[in-house]
DNA sequence: TTTAAAATAAGAATGATTCTCATTATTGCA
DNA sequence: TGCAATAATGAGAATCATTCTTATTTTAAA
């Protein structure tokens, strides 16, 4: 789901769901997120795109993701990054550098990612718990920190 | 590790590694950490034991921190939840309800831990990335909030 | 003991995020 | 097309977890 028309219609039914509008500034923030590699701050998608309010900004991010079409990830860093939802981009994961903050994304093997979530799934039930999703964080630092040490 | 005192001269030596003391205030927080059988908030903590100052809770679980004796863990949830370290309580991940919040640990079969990181400790040389840690959440709804759903 | 350095605790300050509310845009309907 | 009714917007205020400040107390070593 590279293609933004795709994405649009998705982003679409999912809002109509929760019985929200795709807007005009909506579109933006999907745009932004569609044409990063990486999940942004508010801070960033600000600066990236200065006409969008910020009360804005956190209202229909916060929109987008009770509608499933942005997911926002929560680190030791200050500031949340958000990104599109995995059913726009793929599962994958997240390597987290922490002395910089900045977040990319990965991919484990296919054959990895069904070990390990036949085991998850074992561990869920055990705890009675449902599950939605699980989240497997690396917490490393990157080249350039490393650089900078 | 479940000896208070064999916990208490590793994490002696920890802070001294990092210069800080091993004050009264400290050790409480790490009694409190080792009674419970769950990550805690700040809000728990003061609740267990309402002589301790908030300020000084906060600045001493910074500092056990900074001395690898405690793990602070961010989740969606407000608040942020802190463990011992896993060199005193084994490595595990953590299982989330993310209507209430709660934390509870798990731990993942040896094969499949060791097979897991085998394939990111592939990933993070391929992104030029130094490992320190990897975390893995399970996300989902607990037994007594499905109850109230 | 005395003293210098570290820890404590109370409250103030910070800052990311959320809320409020007056204004503007959008939708469905006549 | 025009008009409510409803939803979205944006500016700034409010919130609240966390961090900082500072005066006081405790600790450790000589």
Redesign the pocket.
Known sequence: MSNEIEVDQLVTSQLEAV???Y????RRLISILLLSSKPL??TQILEIDP??????A???L??LEEAGSVVRIVTSD???HYELAEEILEHHHHIICSPCGEILDFHLSESVERTLEASLKKVADQLGFTLDTHRLDLIGTCTSCRGNA
Do not use: E, K, P, V
């Open positions: 019985g929200q509008r807007t005009n500034n909506r701050t508010i006409s969008l309010a910020q009360s804005s956190y209202r229909n916060t929109a200050d500031h949340a």
